[in-house]
């Protein structure tokens, strides 16, 4: 049943993006990052061993949550020999989407789309849409790490977000 949903909220999702795009080549790359995303559905939980800092739950009742665009799971901020990794846990999932990327800020998280600015910083593309992985960081200040937000770098959309304690 859960499949259903996924391939249905997958189909959406690219005719979303089929009517939203003005140039083959956005099109393209859009499926191109769905395959992407499906892929990564199904590569192997990612772990890394070090003193957890912070964590803190995704906030599923955030303004920008909807039906295509949401998220939901732990994410921790971990220390392994003095350097600062980001982790999901395994209960972390999120909408089919073709360009989601994980960004740190040392502020409050944020809950809809247009509270996105220079305050959050990219730390990468996400790896695994369901499930555990890990992301090292740039930064190696905590106090620099206040929330974790996922976000569509394509389509500019808040896809989930959490303050990390």
């Known amino acids: 049943m859960q499949a259903n949903k996924f391939y249905t ?87 089919p989407g073709p360009d989601y990327h994980i960004y740190v800020s040392s502020k409050q998280a944020i809950e809809d789309n247009d509270q996105f600015t220079d305050d959050q910083i990219e730390v990468g593309r996400l790896k695994k849409p369901n499930g555990a992985a890990f992301y090292r960081l740039k930064t190696q200040d905590p106090t620099e790490v206040q929330s974790v937000l996922i976000w569509c770098k394509q389509f500019n959309e808040f896809i989930g977000a959490a303050d990390l304690r």
């Open 9 to 95: 909220l997958l189909g959406s999702t690219l005719i979303a993006a089929l009517c939203a795009q003005s140039t083959e080549a956005k099109l393209f790359d859009a499926i191109g990052g769905h395959l992407k995303d499906l892929q990564g559905r199904f590569s192997e939980h990612q772990f890394i061993e070090g003193q957890k800092l912070k964590s803190g739950q995704i906030n599923e009742s955030a303004k920008g949550q909807d039906l295509l665009h949401n998220s939901s799971g732990t994410w921790s901020l971990l220390s392994v020999d003095g350097v600062l990794y980001l982790q999901s846990s395994q209960d972390f999932a999120s909408s």
